[in-house]
């Protein structure tokens, strides 16, 4: 250990009298993009959490926070990385006010700890990110992860009431009140949400919760076609039903559902989820199916509430097999909706272009599409796929039109990741990227916090 490490291991001792929250134990399960921490640290509450920091900025080393480490291979690789701070002790339920709708928790808390806790008051929060049992509550925030319920819910910013924070240099700040009427001035947790840790760390959250559907059910129908698929939809999206989610797959994405999830038809699918009292739900799930039936939908289905329950838990997470191995690459892109056909057109040429097998899928009523792409013999080609995947969503974009693609890369290999644009940010505004590197140099002037992980290596 060198000597700056460890006079900041003494200090934070000193500080906290704990003596197993610094340790150097374990240290390569929170590696990222090749690099690895030399140091862990674990809260338990917020000022210990607040200590860690104002040491590390004084010391000069750089601070990763992390909560269930599963958007490890998003983003650029940070510049310098010298301690993980875990938001793991930090996982209890702080207050549930039932009444009010509103769960305070600490940032480490698991989605799926959420869901065990709002569950049975007949609550939820409408968060849905890839793997709940790993995804924190606070991560899934920071990292604005939002899932196939964002139709219904909102995004995860959107679930924020209140935000409590500690800075870079170790000052704490909590953002928002329980009561939205008496929150004047700049909404802060908006800001923070999607800013991947690169400006403050979160300890507590308040979230807003919603009373869950009596019960939920599904249809799905399938298309021979990607733009038959999204025509309907669109129509879906249209209707005054309000979904659940809404869903269009392709056969890869069929063909790779987890064991136990109900079968699909194909070679695309739409398939749509609802919730309602009994009567009404059923009106739902029957005027979606005729829907569908009437946008040239085939081998309709309907799906009871375990099977819709068990279906939107795999349509959140990623396909396993080859599209999860470590030389597999996820790509991701959203516009509008009229621009999906085109964006899933460019996911099979990138496909074909750098030698991989294709698995789909779009949030079809948000318009959002990923897309994983794992190796097919040979020499797959990363970069050819990933430029081509770049290139083909942004064909015909018209910015003035509404019709401007955001194309991003959430997983890849690290020699891809070393590039650049992987967030996406070739093709912002000047100006709005220059709006987040003084953003940053004013929260985090010395580049303490995820340096050079986020947009533009801020």
Known sequence: MTSALDAFAKAVLADTGENGLITA??????????KSPALIARPGVHEAAARVLARANEAGLAVVPWGGGTGRRTGYPPARYDVALSTEGLSEAVEFLRDDLTAVVGAGMTISALDRLTGPEGQTAGLDPPHPGRATVGGTIVAERSGPMRVRYGRARDRVMRMRIVLADGSTQTYGALVVKNVTGYDM???????WGTLAVVTELAIRLYKKPDRVGAVAGGFSSVEAVFAAGRKLSAAPLSPVWVEAVDAGRIGAMAPGVPGLPGPWCLAAAYGDFEEGLGQMLARAEEMIREAGGADLRRLGGEETEALGRALADPPGGGFSGADALEFRASARLDQL??????AGDAARVGGYRLASAAHAA????????????GNPSPGAAWNSFREGCRAGADPRKGRAVHVSL??????????????????????????????KAEYDPLGTLSPGRFVARI
């Open 410 to 439: 959430p997983g890849a290999p690290d020699s891809l990741r070393a590039g650049d644009g992987v967030w996406g940010e070739d093709a912002l505004e000047p100006a709005m990227v220059d709006l987040m590197r003084r953003l």
């Open 366 to 377: 948000s318009g959002i599409l990923r897309c994983w792409l794992a190796p097919d013999g």
């Open 189 to 195: 947790n908006r800001l923070l949400a999607g800013s």
């Open 341 to 346: 056909p085109r964006m899933a057109a460019a």
């Open 25 to 34: 134990e374990g240290v390569a399960a929170f590696e990222i993009g090749g």
